[in-house]
Every structure is written in C-alpha cells, then in structure tokens.
C-alpha cells in the first residue's frame, strides 16, 4: 500500500486527525459509498451557521481514511454555506494526489458534509422533527464495525 500512496496520504491513514465522536453534536449523519460498500459516520457540532467542530468513525478503505482526515481539517472553521461548495477534489488536491482508482474515495466524507448541511438546515426549520441523532443513526457502530470486517 505505502508504493501506492504519497507520504502525506500515508501520514493521514496511519495517524488520522479528528477520529472520534463528538456528544450533543448539532448534526450526525452516515453516508456509505454503494460502489465499494464503505461508509462514514461524522458528528458536526455548529454554532450559528459555523462548523466549529467535527468528528468522524470511518468503515472504509485507507484512502476513505486519509481523506476523511484530511476533510476534517479543510472544513474546521467554515460557515455552511462554505461546506456546501467544499469538494473532493480539494481534499485530494491538499494530499498531494491519490491515485486515480482512489480519487472517488474523498467523495465519502464530502458527500457526508453536504448531507449533513442539508438535513441540518431541513431539521432546523421543522420543530416537530426528533433530535437528529436518535434519528439518524442508521446502524450502530457496532453494525457498522461488523460490516467493515466482513
Ligand atoms: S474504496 Fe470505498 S472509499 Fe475507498
């Protein structure tokens, strides 16, 4: 795998920044790449419009690991409308590259950022909606562990 990936895609792989989980996060959303069967669970904490934090549980290949670490640090900071422009190719674009068969790989957690944008401003102006997170997690984590060992 290291022959394939540059030395920054490798840092971000072998020591992903923001894993985790974020309690009382505004919005948490799973969005999983039908293709390969990855997927990734981010938490997003927002304060008036602005990400001001974000974690992630991450099911996938290497590079849905370095990217979704890497799009973790882009978008720390931005309001909403800026995540809702945000795209993959920047994330590639600041590791350096992934090799072609991966470039689709940062498409998971920025389509994880613009879905949760979306159904966070849906939610917002609906106060008959559930809390989000009862509602939006699809699997548990355990779930979601078994599928990535199977
Ligand atoms: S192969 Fe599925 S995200 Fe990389």
């Known amino acids: ?11 971000h792989f ?3 920044r923001n894993m985790g ?19 990734v669970l981010i ?3 927002i304060d008036e419009e602005v990400l001001t934090d974000i974690k992630y549980k ?3 290949c290497g590079a849905a690991i370095a990217t979704s670490s890497m799009g973790s640090e882009l978008v ?5 409308d800026q995540l809702l422009e945000f795209k993959a190719k920047e994330i590639s674009a600041a590791l350096g590259g992934l090799p072609v068969e991966k470039e689709h790989c940062s498409n998971l957690i920025a389509s994880a950022l613009h879905a ?3 159904e966070y401003r849906k939610n917002r102006n609906d106060p008959d909606k559930q809390p989000l997170p009862e509602r939006k997690e699809l699997l548990s984590e355990e779930d979601l562990q078994k ?3 199977n």
Do not use: H, W
């Open 21 to 39: 989980r974020i309690e009382n996060a505004e919005m948490l959303i799973q969005v999983g790449d039908p293709g390969c069967g990855d997927s």
């Open 43 to 45: 938490f997003m904490k």
């Open 76 to 80: 720390k900071g931005k309001t909403l």
């Open 14 to 16: 072998q020591n992903p």
């Open 58 to 60: 991450v099911y996938g």
């Open 147 to 149: 599928k990535a060992e």
């Open 116 to 118: 949760g944008v979306a």
């Open 1 to 11: 795998m290291s022959q394939m990936y540059n030395e920054i895609v490798m840092d």
